[in-house]
């Protein structure tokens, strides 16, 4: 079995030296390893190809068939994302507070690395480029930790960035992976509190629930993506049946895309067959409310748990709302607390919505999907909290740091 302990002990280590690292040196190091990316595209594209076809045969579901494919323009966004985290601003030493004191004491809050990052990922295999990338520039170590059915892209790709990490300067431990596939890998990984210093499990609600209950260190998790749109009785037409069908078609595995459409009781007789029409042109299986079937008896009948389910697939819930608080009610019973929409040209409406949604992100006449790293100007994410501590929404550079406070004293006492 491999050697965990030695894995994290070079992992603390590193991170002790990036904390210091100059922004330029780490700059650098990301713009070299965007190149490395870029020129080994055909590389990454065979071995990911492997993976693909081993997932066919074994019928992997669609949602993560579709996370694990990668083409020539995800290799190419993967490149893009680190070039775009070197542009950035880096947070660490940034003064985030100046405070005065009685006492005559000079005191600031600055932003800190947080330490040792370990990421535990299933079928996403551009996940590691992007963690790799924000936790170098925040001056995070980071250990990744990948499935089983990405094994040969994740394979390639960290090779890549621990090499290319190494060559332009960065210390040896910095980026480390863990190959092995036995369970028991990870809960050995779960127990080292004293060097790790938080836990990113991106994957299913199973492994999220599994590293919560498994380990003493700090859990972040990317949550579940249970997202609703609302269509507001004061909706424009054309922006809410385009929204509805980029929200729900244009990438539907992905945990940002909705699962439950929502349109209220005033206009549902006009806008429902209208969207109907769209979601079948886009092969979208609909299930809904009873008073969406006694509009559209061609629609499939809802059950209860379809209120709860994240499908990642072109499958949807429909519901008419009585009002926009019957709307509201229902998001934050049913919803995962990640991303929200509504459609309206009513600003009080747009207001309410805003306010009362207790959501990560929580969107006016746009669309759920672009709740995105890249999209908010922050290069990428390393994923999406739903949590409120210490984070929340996506996780950029700023996310991955702690604060500190430094104080500066003359012969200062207390009485």
């Not at 100046?98 to 990421?119: H, M, N, Q």
């Not at 809960?187 to 499990?201: G, M, T, V, Y």
């Amino acid at each position: 079995m491999i050697d965990l302990s030695q894995i994290v002990k070079k992992a603390k280590e590193a991170s002790q030296i990036l904390s210091l690292c100059d922004t330029k040196i780490k700059n650098d190091i990301l713009y070299a390893t965007a190149q490395s990316i870029s020129a080994n595209t055909a590389e990454i594209l065979f071995y990911n190809d492997i993976d693909v076809c081993a997932a066919k045969e074994s019928g992997l579901p669609y949602s993560m068939l579709d996370r694990l494919s990668l083409n020539e323009k995800r290799v190419s966004d993967m490149a893009e994302s680190m070039e775009k985290i070197a542009s950035l601003p880096d947070p660490i030493g940034e003064i985030v507070e100046e405070l005065k004191s009685s006492f005559d004491l000079e005191i600031k809050k600055i932003r800190v690395p947080l330490g040792v990052i370990a990421l535990i990922y299933e079928a996403r295999p551009n996940a590691a480029s992007d963690a790799a990338a924000l936790c170098l520039k925040s001056g995070n170590a980071l250990i990744l930790k990948g499935g089983s059915e990405a094994v040969q892209s994740n394979k390639i790709i960290a090779k890549i960035i621990k090499e290319s990490f190494i060559k332009a300067g960065a210390p040896e431990g910095c980026t480390e992976s863990i190959d092995s596939f036995d369970r028991n890998a990870v809960l050995e990984l779960l127990k080292f509190d004293a060097f790790i210093d938080l836990i990113i499990p991106r994957g299913g609600k199973e492994l999220v629930d599994f590293v919560k209950a498994s380990t003493k260190i700090p859990v972040l998790s990317h949550g579940m993506g249970l997202c609703h749109l609302y269509i507001d009785k004061d909706a424009d037409f054309d922006a809410a049946l385009k929204i509805a069908v980029n929200a729900k078609c244009q990438r539907p595995s992905v945990c940002n895309s909705i699962e439950t459409l929502l349109i209220h009781k005033d206009i549902a007789e006009e806008f429902l067959p209208k969207i109907f029409n769209l979601y079948k042109d886009n092969n979208v299986e609909m299930r809904g409310c009873g008073k969406t079937r006694e509009i559209c008896s061609q629609i499939g009948a809802a059950a209860e748990e379809d209120w709860d389910t994240e499908y990642h697939d072109l499958i949807i819930s429909i519901k008419i709302s009585d009002s926009i608080s019957d709307a509201i009610e229902h998001i934050n019973r049913h919803g995962s607390k990640h991303s929200d929409s509504i459609v309206t040209e009513n600003k009080d409406s747009a207001d309410k919505f805003l306010r009362e949604i207790d959501s990560a992100a929580v969107f006016v006449n746009a669309s759920t999907r672009l709740h995105d790293g890249s999209v908010f100007g922050l290069g990428c994410e390393i994923g999406i909290s739903t949590q409120k501590l210490h984070s929340r929404g996506t996780m950029g550079l700023k996310e991955l740091t702690a604060t500190k406070f430094l104080i500066r004293g003359n012969g200062t006492i207390r009485q």
